[in-house]
């Protein structure tokens, strides 16, 4: 054994070390080593051994997405409303919206009041009080601001109709909700878990980014549509 007492590798009779160990009630102290983890070359808290390090890499080496001034990403934080609404925006109007003052968000809000092609987005918008903008946004109202975006198609009673018999937490949704949900789950955006879809999940910002993705596989927008999620 390493013996703490002497500092060194020590040999000692077994019987006598069992009987010791059993009078002090079987005590052990197990030393795991720290495991030293690659930071990602963009954020200090993603990491090369992450399951989420390629998308988060990729996406930032393209210039898609960046994350905030103290170099984090903050993958698992939610998604905020304000956060996915920017990122609607920008696919919509192929730019970024810069702010010199104020919250990060102020221009999304103001370009986005009285903007028609914006409704689907615009409902979202509290213009009482924007700083709803800062509370996660669920899957419903993502799924909703999708194919607002991205489909002009009126969605088939086959394909709502489908949505009911795979995923059983459909049936509270009303008849635009389940709409959105069929869209985007037949063009492979997002998909349900253990037959429920969730609606009122929140989704994290390493999520949206798969969403992001995934519509830039599909060619609703080219590459160079996108911006910056933060």
């Known amino acids: 054994m390493n013996d703490p007492w002497t500092g060194k590798e020590e040999y000692y009779n077994k019987a006598v070390f069992e009987d010791r160990w059993t009078a002090m009630g079987k005590q052990a102290l197990t030393v795991k080593a720290e495991t030293i983890k690659t930071p990602s070359f963009y954020y200090d808290d993603v990491f090369v051994e992450d399951w989420y390090y390629g998308i988060i890499d990729e996406m930032t080496a393209m210039g898609i997405v960046c994350g905030y001034g103290d170099r984090t990403f903050r993958p698992m934080d939610d998604c905020t409303y304000g ?108 998909f349900g878990n253990n037959f429920e879809m969730n609606p009122e999940e929140q989704l994290t910002r390493t999520e949206v980014l798969i969403i992001r993705k995934r519509v830039i596989k599909n060619g609703k927008y080219e590459v160079d549509k996108w911006s910056s999620l933060k």
Request: proline residues 3%.
């Open 83 to 190: 956060e996915f609404i920017k990122l609607a925006k920008d696919m919509m109007y192929q730019k970024t919206f810069p702010n010199n003052s104020g919250e990060w968000y102020d221009p999304i809000v103001e370009e986005s009041v009285n903007n028609a092609i914006m409704t689907e987005v615009n409902k979202y918008i509290d213009t009482k009080d924007d700083t709803y903008l800062n509370t996660p946004i669920l899957r419903k109202d993502v799924a909703q601001i999708l194919l607002g975006l991205l489909s002009d198609e009126e969605i088939t009673d086959e394909l709502k109709a489908r949505m009911a018999i795979l995923y059983k937490d459909t049936s509270e949704l009303n008849q635009e909700e389940i709409a959105a949900f069929a869209y985007v789950e037949n063009e492979g955006i997002i």
